[in-house]
């Protein structure tokens, strides 16, 4: 019971932290026309390897803009997805894209469309909830024994 307190911990505190930083983005970040660069493409194990199906491919925009201060960003979006080869959160390469991006830190930048900042914010909220379930669940065990 008490690794389900653990977990339930580590994944409420990664889903406020991944919450609280989207929102700041959103509240704070300068968003400019990008392009598309290219859509880079990661093996994410799952617990396996490429022959092995328990993972998936990733496909993740890299992002090429110019900040609002002139300075010249090419960066890799933190948001991405498992499901379709070239087409990553609604955008494809050579496509231009509104991007928003961290005036402190213009290396942190995502593409600005409702796909992406949907998949921004509603990951880190499903990993706090359940994160905060896990947690009760390990209380109501620990109480129950």
Known sequence: MVILIIVGVVFAAVGVYGSRRQFLLRKKGQRVTGTVTRIDKQWDPGGGGPDNAGGTWSYTPVLSFQTLAGQQIETSSRIGNSSIA????????????????DPADPSDAEVDTVSAQSA???????????????FVAGIVGMIGK
């Open 86 to 101: 070239g087409f990553s959160v609604g955008v494809k390469e050579g496509q231009q894209v509104r991007v928003i991006y």
């Open 120 to 134: 921004a914010m509603l990951l880190p909220l499903v990993a706090a909830v359940v994160g905060i379930g896990v």
